[in-house]
């Protein structure tokens, strides 16, 4: 009988320990990475506040707590300034309301027609008065944005009107009027607004509402004619830039993978603009500007479109001058109501060089306060005990906050402090 010669294979008993070194030691770069990206070491810590002592200011980081108390992100993902970015970027808010809103159409010198969303009050104010919120949002946004839409709600049910301005060509559903889009720092369509909302009702005072990009806007608007800031109570900004042409630089810069940003957004002009293309490329040859169509396809970034198109709407010669003339930086120390700055330190869309602008500000000025959290991103500011933001965001609530903290400051205030009003004429009462 033969007998067949098998080869038995045994496994080494160091094979099973080194494959199971191996799986942890894929976990543990898995979860290192976990941690650097998620920022999960990252402490919660109270908004950083710059500020002078002042009555008004006391009165309001009393009456403001957000302002005072530690700011808290959902813990597996607040802490990173991307993600609180990209939720708000495509998701908006959570539950998201639809409030009910009435939209007007206001016609420009120059043949635009501007447009804004009405909401009025659900309820009565807390002080028993009429106060009206001026709304303006970020780049390409408009009052059906979810962001905008769950602000309104929250504003609506404290006693708030609120009028959002919809960005000129940012409704996908509006046709332009005029061979002319919304820019960076335009504020005509702004003041259409605002002037609209003061003959229409003559008893309110205006809380203003800056998001981004529209943050610029209110603080220039505020800034170019102390005549803007009559029967404002307050301005509040949130996640501006302060100097395109000081961010022109950080946006060519790979750091917090702002140059990423960059071309997303550059990519959702792109489309707002093509969007447009008859109103703006085509029609008349003497309305038409002559805009760079050609540019517009290749441009990867915003300095590319700002430069072949946005600029040429109002006639700048270069994008310097642009940005130079466009930006809340050139106005923003000739506003003297209560101004609101707040930033936060993890956005990817502003970089750090830029907070120098309100810090410096703030401590300047007496009517300034600046706030600058850890965490929240770029309009983000989501709160949540571990996985699921809550549908009301820290923004939310510290904008209205401050609000109903104001109208108290004025209640109860002397007549002599009354906002705006200078220190000499507050002596001459006095005297």
């Not at 008004?56 to 993902?77: A, G, V």
Request: glycine share 6%; proline share 6%.
């Amino acid at each position: 009988m033969n007998t067949q010669n098998t080869d038995v294979h045994t496994i080494s008993p160091e094979l099973p320990a080194m494959f199971d070194g191996m799986k942890l030691a894929a976990v543990a770069t898995v979860l290192y990475i976990l941690v650097r990206c998620l920022n999960l070491k990252s402490p919660t810590a109270p908004p950083d506040l710059t500020y002078q002592d002042t009555p008004l200011n006391r009165f309001l980081l009393k009456s403001c707590p957000q302002l005072t108390k530690e700011y808290i992100p959902p813990l597996l993902w607040g802490k990173s300034g991307h993600l609180q970015t990209a939720l708000y970027g495509k998701l908006g808010r959570v539950s998201s309301p639809h409030p009910s809103g009435v939209r007007k159409y206001l016609p420009m010198q120059d043949g635009a027609t501007a447009t804004f969303d009405l909401f009025e009050p659900v309820g009565d104010h807390r002080t028993g008065d009429d106060i009206t919120m001026v709304i303006c949002p970020g780049i390409g946004n408009h009052s059906e944005k979810h962001y905008i839409r769950t602000f309104v709600d929250y504003a609506q049910k404290d006693g708030y009107r609120c009028a959002v301005l919809n960005h000129l060509g940012a409704l996908p559903n509006i046709e332009l009027t005029s061979p002319r889009m919304f820019t960076y720092g335009c504020t005509w369509e702004f003041a259409a607004m605002v002037g609209y909302i003061k003959r229409t009702y003559p008893q309110t005072q205006l809380m203003v509402v800056g998001f981004s990009l529209g943050g610029n806007i209110v603080c220039k608007f505020l800034g170019e004619n102390r005549i803007n800031q009559e029967r404002v109570l307050c301005c509040v900004s949130v996640c501006q830039g302060y100097s395109a042409l000081r961010a022109q630089e950080t946006f060519l810069q790979w750091d917090q993978f702002r140059r990423f940003y960059n071309f997303l957004m550059a990519d959702n002009m792109k489309k707002i603009i093509l969007s447009h293309r008859h109103s703006l490329f085509g029609g008349s040859p003497v309305k038409r500007i002559d805009l760079d169509i050609s540019r517009l396809y290749t441009a990867t970034s915003l300095m590319q479109i700002d430069d072949s198109i946005m600029r040429k709407f109002h006639g700048h010669s270069s994008l310097k001058e642009y940005y130079e003339k466009e930006s809340c930086v050139h106005y923003i120390h000739n506003v003297n109501v209560p101004l609101l700055l707040v930033n936060s330190a993890d956005d990817p869309l502003v970089h750090e060089s830029l907070l120098t602008i309100p810090r410096t500000l703030a401590a300047k000025k007496p009517n300034v306060i600046f706030s600058l959290t850890l965490h929240g991103g770029h309009l983000g500011f989501f709160e949540g005990a571990v996985l699921f933001p809550q549908p009301l965001t820290w923004m939310d609530k510290v904008i209205v906050g401050y609000a109903n903290a104001m109208c108290q400051w004025e209640k109860q205030k002397p007549p002599c402090q009354s906002v705006p009003q200078s220190e000499s004429s507050c002596a001459e009462e006095k005297s």
